[in-house]
């Protein structure tokens, strides 16, 4: 167990993260450009990547930093793909708006 | 001292997270959220001593998918005023609905009943080094190191068929959206 938690409780890190996760889930339901919904998504893969090392820290158990590192690999590709998607999505309509793109249903 | 950085970068953090959702211009969204990242690498390094995925989150995360963002930011020409505004009674109900989110998990959380039990991997040493998370990522996680490489490889090639300029199927893609 890390130093820090005889200082802060850990249920501290679970709030700070709660917080941000939340943080994320209110921009993607508020914001129509489809790049900062993507960056919310981010945030809350970052929000997740933080409480699991900081369970791993208090638990003392490496595992959950390698979770990280797949977790980070993971974002990674999804970012790498969908920006292609969203790049090519401008290319056709010239714009970013994902109301625009509710075309696809038609 | 190490409570009161701890409380400090948190409500860094939060207030960083916050504008990168609120402030209008794209671009500033992208530069907002680089500096949560680093804020959270902060906590990694400085909190919970896990140094090299603290490196790691500012390589990767700040350094790399951050820049493609802006390149592709950079490459739309996108300003505050290509965004249409949604009308206000939308983003009071959004606010909201994520507000009974997080009351619903620290709520859920109150009860929650937490146990400090050592995990499976018992070393002496501090479990943030390169050496103790080499030493388990190549033995017990290699199987899924092994396919995070060929999710890699499926990545790089999609998004090349992907960006690649196709002339017949931009033609086709054009009739269906007018």
Redesign the interface.
Known sequence: ????FK??P???F???C??????????V?????A??I???V??ML?AV??LL??F????????G??F???I??????????G??????I????H???I?QMS?LKH | MLTSAFYLIAFITIFFAIMVVASRNPIHSVLYLVLTFFCISAMYIFMLDATFVGMVNVIVYAGAIMVLFLYVLMMMNLNSDAEPKKSNLFKICAVISGGMLLLLIVAALQDAHLVNQTGSVVTSEKIGSIKVLGNVLYTQYQLPFEIASVLFLIAMIGSVILGKKDTSSQTIGHEILK
Request: a negative charge.
């Open positions: 167990m890390a130093e820090i200082l802060v850990v249920e501290h679970v709030y700070l709660s917080v941000l996760f939340v943080i994320g889930v209110v921009g339901l508020t914001r129509r450009n790049i900062i993507f960056m919310s981010e945030l970052n990547n933080l090392v900081s791993s820290a208090y638990h003392h158990d490496p595992a930093q390698i990280v590192f797949f980070m690999a993971v974002a990674a590709a999804e970012v790498a793909v920006l292609a998607i969203i790049t090519m401008y290319r056709n309509t714009s970013v708006d109301d075309r």
